[in-house]
């Protein structure tokens, strides 16, 4: 079993920044890859950026150059920071660890960007 939980998101201004941190706990030797993801009202859930185990990042169109994602060593710690924010940003992001038997996730956080 993995615990997730997310932390950081908020209220900004377009142009601004955020950090959201995820902290993993329980069994995470078994982690592999991990990602931020959200979900805008009406929308689906969609990938925001993802980490492999080796530290391969991949990332949205909508966020490259904007965005940047890293892990710690241990990977207990996944973080996404959030540059110049736009008003499209405006979600629930929310972390995922992969291991092998199942996906885990948090119980995401609300960022919200103001025009």
């Known amino acids: 079993q993995v615990q997730l939980v997310e932390s950081g998101g908020g209220l900004v201004q377009a142009g601004g920044s955020l950090r959201l941190s995820c902290a993993a706990s329980?069994?995470?030797?078994?982690?592999?890859?991990m990602g931020w993801y959200r979900q805008a009202p009406g929308k689906q859930r969609e990938l925001v950026a993802h980490?492999?185990?080796?530290?391969?990042?991949n990332y949205a169109d909508s966020v490259k150059g904007r965005f940047t994602i890293s892990r710690s060593i241990g990977k207990n710690t996944l973080v996404l920071q959030m540059n110049t924010l736009k008003p499209e940003d405006t979600a629930v992001y929310y972390c995922?660890?992969?291991?092998?038997?199942?996906?885990?996730w948090g119980q995401g956080t609300q960022v919200t960007v103001s025009s």
């Open positions: 995922n660890a992969e291991t092998t038997m199942h996906d885990y």
């Open positions: 329980g069994s995470i030797f078994s982690i592999n890859g």
């Open positions: 980490i492999t185990s080796g530290g391969r990042t």
